[in-house]
């Protein structure tokens, strides 16, 4: 078996900022699925390790000898609420490798037991969880969203108990690093500013080297993250995701997409859509992300006043002077997105109340939120009342109308921005009925569904004749209202 050559450095830190951890013994466990794909990219040689082999080491059973598997720490806003030590309480970062282009990647396991911050957990995981994972975040990555990436599947051979005993599963995680929000206001909650300091420099070495030597650092940082998250966010609006759990320990500072827990796909469109069956008060609603996105960011920016400067009145003064200047890039991100899906090159005024107007149509009348955008790309030259989407109505003509006469306004053809829109508004999304399906049939052995997922989500953007019923939106029936934590 040919094992990983890790390189890694989050270990070298002080041993405050983790704890060394073992995976739970999982002496019957098998492989589901293994992406190739991503294992090439990452310059992974495992082509000569059979099915039993990549079990044990996604899994934990066979530690390569560079490996020194570590539970990292962190704290976070769990819901607007501070809890001030979390940390990975199911979850083991085997190693860090790097890449033929010298980029590096954590590779972590997910529900291989329990460690120091499981806080009474078993730290195991259901299988449930780790199919949704594994679906979705390889979704996201071929829709062009900035994602952690799901490289095996395995299932653990035991049962776990949540309502009922279900199968258990371990995922194996790729991330640009597993750095979040909470895990400085870990360090900021207990005045240790040598270790956020000691993290700042990391956090720009790793992610925005560029920075260092910028006239403040600090500000830098600040800043590079609000405008990686923002890109993030206002990619997940314009597909119509909602993460479901944007507390700031599920935050990445890389601004990849982390955590795929109660997340969903808006099927019937709606601003305050809310699918986690915790979110009572639609904290994490659609419509409510980028606000969350921005409030996550200054819980970020608090942490790191100390470091801007001793005395705190000026430094929250500088902070604010520097937020000022750059915290509508969320709002920017989101209109450049959504300004595509209607096929507009460049953004200009008045394009946000198109956009809205489009928006508050597909609410009024309850239509399914990818289709309708695709429906528009098909249609562009001849919408009428033949759609099979799109519903006729008095904000729809008085949408058309405004919609025309702002592609006539642009110097690119009717077909530029047909090719455009399509390149930008997907037929295929893992739909919440489906990925439900593939859940429940892998807990009995079924993997067809799952498989097929994969397969058709590798091209979301093109029409594939023999999966044409996985981009059909749920029957009323068939929709999911509400989505659980993996824990």
């Known amino acids: 078996m040919t094992m990983i050559q890790f390189s890694n450095s989050y270990d070298k830190l002080p041993s405050a900022f983790f704890a060394q951890v073992a995976a739970a013994p999982f002496p019957e466990a098998t492989l589901l699925a293994f992406n190739h794909d991503l294992a090439e990219e990452l310059g992974l040689d495992l082509s000569n390790s059979n099915s039993a082999e990549l079990a044990k080491l996604f899994t934990g059973q066979q530690i390569p000898t560079s490996s020194n598997p570590i539970a990292t720490v962190y704290a976070g806003h769990q819901f607007g609420s501070f809890s001030p030590q979390l940390g990975d309480g199911r979850a083991l970062l085997l190693g860090e490798i790097l890449t033929p282009k010298g980029e590096r990647f954590d590779i972590q396991l997910k529900g291989s037991g329990d460690t120091p911050y499981s806080r009474n957990g078993d730290g195991r995981s259901s299988l449930g969880p780790v199919i949704r994972e594994y679906i979705v975040s390889e979704a996201m990555h071929h829709l062009g969203v900035p994602t952690t990436r799901a490289l095996a599947a395995c299932m653990s051979g035991e049962k776990v108990f949540r309502e009922k005993p279900l199968p258990g599963g371990v995922f194996t995680r790729v991330a640009s690093s597993h750095i979040r929000i909470g895990t400085f206001e870990y360090f900021a909650n207990q005045g240790d500013l040598n270790s956020l300091k000691t993290l700042l420099d990391y956090s720009i070495n790793r992610h925005y ?273 509400a989505t659980f934590c993996g824990t």
């Open 209 to 481: 080297p560029e920075i260092a030597k910028s006239e403040s650092p600090v500000l830098a940082f600040i800043e590079e993250v609000a405008k990686a998250q923002a890109n993030m966010v206002a990619h997940w609006l314009s597909f119509g995701f909602i993460h479901g759990v944007m507390n700031t320990d599920n935050m990445s500072i890389s601004g990849e997409t982390l955590d795929f827990g109660p997340c969903a796909f808006v099927d019937n469109f709606s601003h305050s859509k809310v699918f986690s069956s915790i979110d009572r008060y639609g904290r994490y609603a659609y419509s409510n992300q980028i606000p969350v996105a921005k409030w996550n960011l200054y819980r970020l920016a608090n942490c790191l006043l100390p470091l801007v400067d001793e005395r705190e009145q000026i430094a929250v003064s500088k902070v604010q002077d520097s937020l000022a200047s750059y915290l509508n890039v969320y709002e920017d991100q989101w209109l450049e997105k959504m300004a595509k899906k209607l096929g507009l090159f460049e953004v200009r005024g008045g394009d946000d109340e198109l956009v809205r107007q489009f928006l508050t149509y597909l609410e009024e009348e309850d239509l399914d939120f990818t289709l309708s955008f695709r429906e528009l790309s098909l249609g562009i030259d001849q919408l009428n009342e033949s759609s099979e989407i799109l519903t006729q109505s008095a904000s729809f003509a008085d949408f058309l109308q405004n919609w025309q006469a702002r592609l006539q306004d642009q110097s690119q053809s009717r077909d530029d921005s047909k090719k455009l829109m399509d390149s930008v508004n997907p037929i295929f999304i893992p739909r919440n009925h489906r990925v439900e399906e593939a859940i429940q049939l892998a807990n009995t052995g079924i993997l067809t569904p799952f498989t097929n997922l994969n397969k058709l989500l590798k091209n979301p953007f093109t029409e594939q004749s023999e999966f044409k019923h996985f981009a059909k939106p749920p029957m009323p029936s068939e929709r999911i209202q």
